[in-house]
């Protein structure tokens, strides 16, 4: 770990001690140190033992080492243009070891307080002199006071850790340094205006994190991945994120059956093996408390077994009547490091939250209805819970410093209880009396996934490869009994609560089952010519087999009467990237992908599923030091096989393979540092998605939610070591409220600010942060839920404080 203008031992490069270490003790030792020529290195965060060997061979440098000294050191990685010995220094940063030229002439790693008397001597005399140092400090990915904005790479894209840069396709990533300064606290809020192309949302009545990327809906289940393993159904907590990666476009052939717009994947925060320990209290409009806790470190002397403990309770009411949540979440993680090949990670999540779902408020007229944006239609404070318990398990095993098998395991319990009120009625002619339906159940829901990796790089004809061949899976089952009947109507214009009598839904009238399973095997192929050339094949075959029912006698009778969907399909991928110069790379893709169709036909025969496809072209640019990038893509976007009504039958329940939609548009994304006091962050997306093709109306309307225009920009200046303030604006175009496109979201701009002040003492730091978010008190609509029922609003002007202590 390392703190900006502070000596601390984690720190990579530019601290006075390691500039004077790389200069006497590095440049002597031998040609590939000698020389300033730079060449490509790419050499992932692993052991250190693993990092100095593969360094040693890319730059054909003779490097030698006690096996005991590096046993247990994690390296961070270097990819790109660096001099052997640059390369060498950031392998070794915050190791307490550097490399020194010995008696022989040989290259050593010694402990910094070893260096041999000669050496040591040198290194006395040189500090007599007057020695001026410049440059800005680096921190590893994982450092907890990382304030950069820009990640350099990504391992959603492919699988493996690769440079942005040398991926061709469209792939960005939310670093917790923006998580931090915008004090952010949802998964939805974390995309919206983070990221070009993708809006996030929470509301409408959803148990789950919904996403909307390059204009496609997920499923409805929260479509989101943990550390690369589906993590369906889910209200995710940001305590335990470190980073989120948004991948744009078709991702079958890694991920198998998902809407071809692209996917979320959160990181979650792994043990370190420098201690370190952090309590955060949050404030805020509305009745808004939350705290938060962070310790990490090793177990053990010899740092093979590592821990991390992230946890949050959380009480928050809204500024929508009875709207709140009451949470609790314990995040506990163990790493296992026996030997520099073996490394494990178990983990455990448990979520307890109380809440009161948001439906928002009805649409009249082509418009959000005009009442105030306070107003829920609820019947009360009546909560339903959620009880959620994860366990997830994974290991990579290298076989040689090259080649390297992961295995990863994820199971999750989700229950949800409680009363709730629907809108299903709807409004009735006087546009006033809105019709519900009274509701209480138990939803029961297990999941299983896991994936097996195999990994390796190897040299053939003058190219290098970096190979992945993995099989997966998903097994989910749903059981829900439940209990509804209509309720009261209430005036919209003038409501009256508390009518309805949730203690006398008692019996269970309605059942439901779900049981799916997803089957998945892939092979990918990562191909570099010239070392500018970078070719990604790959395909993956699916099996998959679905199945829901009905039934308002028994669970056992739902059960029975499932039938299950059975499809199967081939996704192609192919991906070409050329590094014009060491900054600027060019890209295009051509991406397929596949889900499922559950409707009935009147001939009883199955659907096709449905399909995606995408042609993608890109610019990617980034500044030598890798602390600013940028994304420029160009996508057309095709979504097929969807069902539609049968207009040869009477029975709306009978459906036929009708359906299209194309999104197409143009995205942009920058991120980064400016200078050393700047940092930056600006988004655009241009969407245009409709359908092209339905028989029942649809054709040539706009799909729902999907601005044609969206931006973000952001920035904080760090004044001096102590203060930092930012500024940011949002700005979202009108959207269609629904597929029928009866109603509009009107667009808006919305001003956020922030300021914070940190006083460092040695290993302590104390940070007092304000946030204030819609600055200019704008009246907004986030989204809907693709009816005129449920449009919901967005916050007015709301202030949110944070004290945090890090030691």
Known sequence: MSRPNTIHPTRRMNTLATAVTATLCLAPLGSPADDNGRRALHIPSQSLQTAINQLSEQADWQISYPAELVKG????????????????????????????????GAVTVVKAEARPEAEAGKAEAALLAPMTVTGSAEYDAADPYNPDYNRPNATTATKTDTPIMETPVSI?????????????????????????????????????????????AGSGFGDAYRNGLFNRQDIYDIANIERIDILKGP?????????????VNYVTKKPLDTAYYSIQQQFGSYDQYRTLMDATGPIDQNKTLLYRINGSYTNNQSFRDFVGNERFFVAPVVTWRPTDRIETHLELEYKHDRFNADFGIPAINGRPAPIPITRTLKDGPDRQSV???????????????????????????????????????GLDADNRTLNRTAYKSVQDVMTHSGNLDLNGKFDLLGSRHNLLIGFDGFLASTESPSASEAAPSIDIFNPVYGLVDFDALTTDNGFFYRKES???????????????????????????????????????????GRVAQKDDAFSPRLGLLYQALDWLSLYGNYTKSFSGNNGVSADGAKFDPQR?????????????????SSTLALFHLTKTNLLTDDPNEADPNFQILAGAIRSRGIEFDLAGQITDRLHLLTTYAYTEAKYTQDFDGLQGNRLENVPRHQGSLWGTWQFNEAFKAGLGVVAVGRRWGDADNTFILPGYVRLDAMAAYTHTVGRHRFTAQLNVNNLLDKEY???????????????????FGSLKYEF
């Open 172 to 216: 960005q990533v939310i670093p917790k340094a923006i998580l931090a300064d915008k004090q952010i606290t949802t998964l939805p809020d974390a995309v919206n205006g983070q990221v070009s192309g993708v809006l996030g949302r929470t509301g409408g009545g959803y148990l789950y994190d919904n996403f909307i990327i390059r204009g496609l």
């Open 73 to 104: 050191l994690t390296a961070p990685s270097v990819s790109g243009q660096y001099s052997a010995r640059e390369a060498l220094d950031r392998l070794l940063s915050g190791s307490g070891l550097i490399a020194v030229k010995t008696p022989n």
């Open 251 to 263: 991702a079958a052939v890694l991920y198998g059956r998902i809407e071809p717009g692209g996917l």
């Open 612 to 628: 995606g496809k995408q042609y993608e072209i890109g610019i990617k640019a980034e500044t030598p030091d890798k602390r600013l």
């Open 387 to 425: 009880e959620s318990t994860l366990v997830g398990f994974d290991w990579t095993y290298r076989l040689n410093e090259d080649w390297k098998i992961t295995q990863r395991y994820l199971f999750k319990d989700w229950t949800l209880s409680g009363p709730t009120l629907f809108n299903f009625g």
């Open 518 to 560: 997803w089957l998945g095997a892939y092979v990918q192929d990562q191909i570099t010519f010239f070392d500018r050339l970078h070719l990604l094949l790959g395909g993956r075959y699916d099996n998959v087999t679905t199945g829901a029912n009905f039934s308002p006698m028994s669970l056992a009778a739902a059960r029975a």
């Open 781 to 799: 609509y986030a989204n809907s839920d693709g009816s005129d029922l449920d449009v919901i609003p967005g916050s007015p002007i709301n202030v």
